[in-house]
């Protein structure tokens, strides 16, 4: 039988006021829990974001601590951002932790090309029949990934290939929300607390437009335009019309449009070169999702 998705409590609600001793609390309530997986042998999925780094960072620390195996899994395909595998290898080498890379193939699947709403499902899938191959290799017993509390309120179909593959979510089951993870790693120094959130360059592409390397690569190129002009928080999204033609559509907060403004030429020039007749800024900023479905 699954086990059930823990109740929030108001206190636990995305937007609530952060109760440090209570995030302190639920750390406690993860070591215990950890300290029996790692004790059998535990590989993390690793993706180089916030979430699973925090879990790894924990996992890596009941290990020294009380014993154990901890292997950390990155794997990587052209939905994977260049810049997390960076901060993952470099995350990875602060703990001093064993660190395995293997190739992804979901873009290679029709599934997961189609891009429907259960695309994650697909790529979930891929990573974690990957993640049972390595940890039958390393001989760990348990599969652990960073779903959190936080992400109870989003539709994610990975949980549901999660939940099939037997791969647990730590975080999740001891309430710890996306704030306290961040709260947690900066007070223990960690160099990804701030990290803003990156999730695969998959979920730029609109609904029904397929998933190639080259969408991914023009997604990739155009952000790091951006990055380079200092702009912090970011989506370049792949959009349709009705007639079939695409764009690309720019999302930032508010306070950071002058610095697209400041790159428009650069970003006009490369979204010309690959293709685009359109590139938009979209006035409404950035929010999660982006509207891209």
């Not at 189609?114 to 029949?129: A, G, M």
């Not at 390397?213 to 349709?240: F, I, N, Q």
Request: glycine share 8%; charged share 30%; aromatic share 6%.
């Amino acid at each position: 039988m699954e086990k059930p998705l823990p109740i929030l409590d108001p206190a636990q609600a995305p937007d609530a006021p952060l109760d440090p001793s209570r995030a302190s609390e639920k750390l406690a309530s993860l070591r215990v829990d950890l300290a029996r997986r790692v004790g059998e042998g535990a590989l993390v999925a690793f993706s180089g974001g916030t979430d699973s780094a925090f879990l790894l960072w924990a996992s890596a620390r009941v290990a020294a601590e009380e014993g154990g195996k901890v292997v950390a899994l990155t794997t990587t395909s052209p939905s994977t951002p260049g810049r997390d595998k960076e901060d993952a290898a470099a995350f990875a080498r602060e703990l001093g932790i064993a660190h395995r890379w293997r190739e992804s193939l979901e873009v290679s699947k029709a599934e997961y090309v189609r891009n429907e709403r259960d695309r994650c499902y697909h790529c979930k899938v891929e990573l974690f029949r990957i993640a049972r191959e390595v940890a039958g290799e390393e001989g760990l017993r348990w599969l652990l990934y960073g779903y959190n509390a936080s992400d109870h309120e989003d539709d994610r179909p990975g949980h549901r290939a999660a939940r099939e593959w037997g791969v647990l979510a730590p975080l999740s089951d001891a309430g710890i929300t996306k704030a306290e993870i961040r709260h947690l790693m900066s007070e223990n120094g960690l160099s990804l607390a701030q990290k803003p959130s990156s999730p695969c360059l998959s979920s730029r592409i609109m609904t029904g437009i397929p998933v190639t390397p080259e969408r991914l690569g023009d997604v990739e190129v155009m952000e790091s335009v951006l990055r380079s002009a200092g702009v912090r928080t970011l989506r370049v999204r792949v959009c349709g019309t009705e007639d079939g033609s695409e764009f690309l559509r720019v999302e930032v907060p508010p306070e950071e449009m002058p610095r697209v403004l400041e790159c428009r030429t650069a970003l006009q020039e490369e979204s010309r070169a690959r293709g685009y007749k359109w590139l938009t800024l979209d006035l409404a900023g950035y929010r999660t999702g982006g509207g891209v479905s």
